[in-house]
C-alpha cells in the first residue's frame, strides 16, 4: 500500500475537489438552461402609462425619472459565459505565474440561478482555498516541529552513547 506525503496528499485532495466543484457548478448551470422562466414566455404589448404635463414637470423639477422604472436590466439576459475557476492555484510550492482556468462554460440562459451558481461555486473555491493554504502551513509547522524532535532524541542518544563509552573506558 502506498502512502503519500502530507503534502501530496493535500494536493491530491485539493485537484480533486476542484474537479467535483467544476462538474457540480457545470451539471447545475446547465440543468438551469433546461427550465422555463418568466423570460421565455413571449411578452404582450402593454402601452406605457401616460402621464399629465402637470406630473411630468413635477417629476422633472424634482429630479425623478420621467418614466415608470422597471427593473430593466437586473440581470443581463441571454446567452452567458461564466468564466471557469483558477485551475493552477493548489501547488505545494512557488505559484505559476501564468494563471489558468477551469473551461468555460456557455449557457443558453441568464437567470439569477445562474448567477447564484456561480456566485456560490466561486465563494466555495476561495473558501477552499484559504483552508488548503492553512493546511499546508500547519503540515509544515509539524514537519518542523518533528524534525526539531527527531534531532533532539538523535542528540540525547548520541550523549548517551559518550556515556557508556566513558563508564567502560574507565573501567578499563
Request: proline share 5%; net charge negative; with cysteine.
Amino acid at each position: 500500500m502506498f502512502v503519500c506525503s502530507p503534502q501530496a496528499c493535500t494536493l491530491e485532495q485539493s485537484k480533486a475537489f476542484l474537479d467535483r466543484l467544476v462538474r457540480v457548478s457545470e451539471l447545475q448551470l446547465l440543468q438551469y438552461d433546461a427550465l422555463m422562466v418568466i423570460d421565455d414566455v413571449e411578452k404582450g404589448r402593454v402601452e406605457p402609462t401616460r402621464y399629465p404635463t402637470s406630473e411630468l414637470i413635477r417629476r422633472k423639477n424634482a429630479g425623478e425619472p420621467l418614466e415608470d422604472e422597471e427593473d430593466k436590466d437586473a440581470l443581463p439576459r441571454g446567452k452567458a459565459n461564466w468564466i471557469g475557476v483558477p485551475s493552477n492555484q493548489f501547488v505545494v510550492e512557488g505559484r505559476p505565474s501564468k494563471l489558468q482556468v477551469t473551461p468555460t462554460i456557455p449557457t443558453r440562459k441568464t437567470t439569477l440561478a445562474h448567477s447564484a451558481t456561480v456566485k456560490a461555486r466561486d465563494k466555495a473555491y476561495l473558501d477552499y482555498k484559504e483552508q488548503f493554504e492553512n493546511m499546508l502551513q500547519q503540515i509544515e509547522k509539524e514537519k518542523e516541529r518533528l524534525l526539531i524532535s527527531e534531532q533532539r532524541w538523535e542528540e540525547s542518544w548520541e550523549k548517551s552513547v559518550e556515556k557508556v563509552k566513558d563508564l567502560y573506558q574507565k573501567e578499563g
